[in-house]
């Protein structure tokens, strides 16, 4: 271990990161948007840790900070969109969830693509002119800025999706054993 920093406790350092976030966004949001961003925050983690084992980076304190950087940067573009998706919940009402998580990435694809590639651009003009720690700190933040931009939009809401969707097809067939063919909302006159 490098500065007595371990691969073990940087996975440890990470995991509790995720769990504090996890609770967090469980109260600012539903549950199930909570475990979605913590999902696509654990691949972006896993996506840094297997870039640095693949070019056997050192693990010091510097990469510590580029992946806890990279879960912040990834965290806050998955819950703009995820408040989008809050408000378009209440505008949208005879909407379902497919067409208001389409329409909330819509709307923030434009500041969600300015805001990553400003940051790539100064990223990537630290990896150029820096050296030592700095220039692994900016490998990692280029690998990650790319890769977070890549989750947020692609895995945080389909699997917000896939499981609003599980949920509803769970209820219905509750619904169904229950009150036979009609839903509980029909069986009432």
Partial sequence: PVLG????NTIWIILVALA???IYTAFRFQVIYAVAAVACLV???LVMLGFIAVFRLEVTTTTIAAILTII???????????DRV???????????????LNTSITQTLGRTFLTNLTTLMAVVALLIFT?????NFSLAMTVGVIEGTY????????????????????????DLHLYG????AQAQP
Avoid: C, Q
């Fill in 43 to 45: 691949h972006d983690a």
């Fill in 86 to 100: 809050r408000e378009n919940r209440s505008l949208m009402r005879d909407a379902d969830l497919y067409t208001i």
């Fill in 151 to 174: 989750s947020t939009i692609f895995i945080a809401s389909p699997i917000a999706l896939a499981w609003t969707s599980a949920v509803i097809r769970r209820r219905k067939r509750r």
């Fill in 20 to 22: 504090l976030i996890l």
């Fill in 181 to 184: 063919r009609f839903p509980a």
């Fill in 72 to 82: 912040g940067y990834s965290l806050n573009d998955t819950i703009v969109i995820f």
């Fill in 131 to 135: 050296t030592g720690d700095i220039k």
């Fill in 5 to 8: 920093i371990s691969l073990y």
